[in-house]
């Protein structure tokens, strides 16, 4: 089956089996190992990719899926040779990140919560990462690293120099 998509910015036409999981199309045909899978069953988030800005598990999704959307992952937050991306640069800056599994799907969970909501409560904040589990950096880091991304993405907090 051919299919028709774009993939962090850039049309995509990829010949592969309809059945075939999203997961294993970016990583094992496409070359992009930002995305991780762990559980392969939806539990664990750390293969979260953003489907037309929307948080999805892509060992939960099918190639056939992908006709005619934007998927977005954790290399497509900045293009070659530019400056991390303000969101992943926070995980950075308040030591949200140890082994870094979880982060890509913590990152890419966080960008679609703050595209709905710019200035998420610390509960809200919970709320939308509740799909994606972390082993060893505690939550509250996380959830520091998006509310400072918020911040800074409204003004209230100046980037750092």
Do not use: H
Not at 3 to 14: A, M, Q, W
Not at 111 to 133: F, H
Not at 142 to 156: H, K, M
């Amino acid at each position: 089956m051919r299919i028709n998509f774009v993939l962090n910015g850039e049309p995509r036409r990829v010949e592969c089996d309809p059945d075939r999981r999203v997961v294993d199309l970016l990583r094992e045909e496409l070359g992009l190992t930002g995305v991780k899978e762990a559980c392969g069953a939806g539990e664990c988030g750390a293969c979260t990719v953003l489907v037309d800005g929307q948080a999805r598990l892509s060992c939960l999704m099918l190639a056939a899926q992908l006709e005619g959307r934007e998927l977005t992952t954790i290399e497509g937050l900045a293009a070659a040779g530019q400056t991390l991306d303000p969101l992943p640069a926070s995980f950075v800056e308040t030591g949200a990140v140890q082994c870094g599994f979880c982060t890509p799907g913590m990152v890419l969970s966080a960008r679609a919560l703050l595209e709905r909501a710019p200035a998420p409560s610390r509960r809200e904040i919970r709320q939308g990462l509740s799909g994606n589990l972390c082993r060893c950096t505690g939550y509250q880091k996380i959830i520091d690293a998006v509310e400072l991304a918020a911040a800074r993405g409204r003004g209230d907090e100046p980037w750092p120099r």
